[in-house]
């Protein structure tokens, strides 16, 4: 794995403002302007593709926007990040951590381990456990990927593996909607429901699946690896975990499930800090929709450009001594806070920024939460993790011991 994939590209980039060809098909885009502008142009028309039944009988299929999708969503997730729906979330959480305490683990998988799952109802629930077990296998294969721990090009008697087990997944959740749809008792309140009860006709089937499986291969991914930098630098900063277990002490979880963060500053700060310092993903490819200009530079449909939420983070032109994580910075005023709104894009660029980023924020506080007052993470004696900066945030020689707090 490489420790740095943006090593080669900060030099090039500082030297031409932030927007420059890595190929002749392939614009690097990372200055925090022209990056938010991109996205908005490349993604203006967010009319989904046609079915796959259509394409094969070349016809066209029933337009849908992507914002039909987004809105449904977007409703659902105001009740699934209610008091009761993170006091779930802190719930499922709470179990996947006491069930890992006294034996060794990989903290980073430990991370994502309890991101997903604590995500998964929300995304798609009432699940048996030997279809949520072809779910996460899925996950699991899809991560190992991310974090280049498979084979890029397995031997053919094995190429089949991830195939099968995404088939499998994608069954799950096909039949899933198809029972949703035909028995109204089998409802349930998370983002398939809408999709199953309201959507399906207008989507068709193969959309339907699309959609649903999306939403369950991005909470695979940067969820957990925001997780993992938050152990991360609550282990290496004791003096930051002992502000917020002073903060968490003199508020209740139930005042926590009913404000979200807003009665939490400090954590709110460090999580806001993590969220900048180690930012996942690290680059977004993107193909080219419709052909755009983007600072000065003409891209036709077929090319690419990459986008960087990490580099936009990291650029000295607009945040003071970005390499130094300090939560202060998000105190109002500070000197070297962030220079504006789009300076700051740790889940995504509008219009297709991820719908779940205030319940994204809320399970990370009470992360932190957890591990500052009911857990605590022990490292073997002289072990010092480092930070890679792959696909995805990564700590590496992170292995300790998960035990719970007097």
């Given at each position: ?183 109204t008792g089998a409802a349930r309140a998370d983002l398939t429901q809408p999709i199953a009860t309201d959507l399906l006709d207008e989507l068709g089937m193969d959309r339907a699946v699309d959609a649903v499986t999306a939403v369950l291969t991005a909470i695979a991914g940067p969820p957990g690896a925001a997780a993992g930098c938050v152990m991360y630098e609550l282990v290496n900063r004791p003096d930051w975990a002992d502000r917020l277990a002073a903060e968490f002490a003199s508020v209740s979880p139930a005042e926590l499930y009913r404000s979200g963060t807003r009665c939490a500053p400090v954590a709110h700060r460090f999580v806001k800090e993590v969220l ?131």
């Amino acid at each position: 794995m490489d420790t740095d994939v943006l090593r080669d590209l900060r030099g090039p980039s500082a030297a031409a403002g932030g927007v420059f060809w890595q190929t002749e098909r392939q614009l690097m885009v990372f200055d925090a302007d022209a990056a938010a502008q991109a996205n908005a142009d490349n993604f203006a028309d967010l009319t989904l593709p046609d079915r796959l039944r259509d394409l094969l009988l070349r016809r066209p299929s029933t337009p849908v926007s992507w914002k039909r999708v987004r809105s449904a969503w977007m409703a659902q997730l105001r009740t699934l990040s209610d008091e009761a729906g993170l006091a779930a979330l802190d719930a499922r959480m709470d179990s996947v951590l006491r069930a890992r305490t006294g034996s060794p683990v990989n903290l980073p998988w430990l991370a994502h381990e309890v991101s997903f799952r604590s995500l998964l109802p929300i995304v798609l629930g009432g699940l048996s456990p030997s279809d949520s077990a072809k779910i996460s296998e899925d996950a699991i294969a899809k991560l190992a990927r991310l974090l280049g721990e498979a084979a890029e090009d397995p031997p053919w008697w094995r190429s089949w593996r991830p195939v099968s087990i995404q088939v499998k997944a994608g069954l799950v959740v096909r039949r899933e909607l198809r029972r949703r749809a035909r028995d109204t008792g089998a409802a349930r309140a998370d983002l398939t429901q809408p999709i199953a009860t309201d959507l399906l006709d207008e989507l068709g089937m193969d959309r339907a699946v699309d959609a649903v499986t999306a939403v369950l291969t991005a909470i695979a991914g940067p969820p957990g690896a925001a997780a993992g930098c938050v152990m991360y630098e609550l282990v290496n900063r004791p003096d930051w975990a002992d502000r917020l277990a002073a903060e968490f002490a003199s508020v209740s979880p139930a005042e926590l499930y009913r404000s979200g963060t807003r009665c939490a500053p400090v954590a709110h700060r460090f999580v806001k800090e993590v969220l900048r310092r180690w930012t996942s993903p690290t680059m977004l490819t993107r193909s080219v929709r419709t052909p755009m200009r983007v600072a000065g530079n003409d891209l036709a449909v077929g090319q690419h450009f990459v986008l960087s939420p990490a580099m936009v983070h990291q650029d000295p032109r607009h945040w003071r001594d970005p390499e130094v994580f300090d939560p202060d910075r998000w105190l109002p005023g500070a000197p070297h806070g962030p220079a504006g709104g789009r300076h700051y894009v740790p889940f995504g660029w509008a219009p297709t920024a991820c719908v779940g980023a205030g319940l994204g924020l809320c399970q990370l506080v009470l992360l932190c939460r957890l591990l500052c007052t009911t857990y605590r993470i022990d490292l073997p004696r002289a072990v010092m993790p480092t930070m890679a900066i792959g696909p995805v945030p990564m700590p590496l020689g992170f292995d300790g011991r998960l035990s719970t707090r007097d």
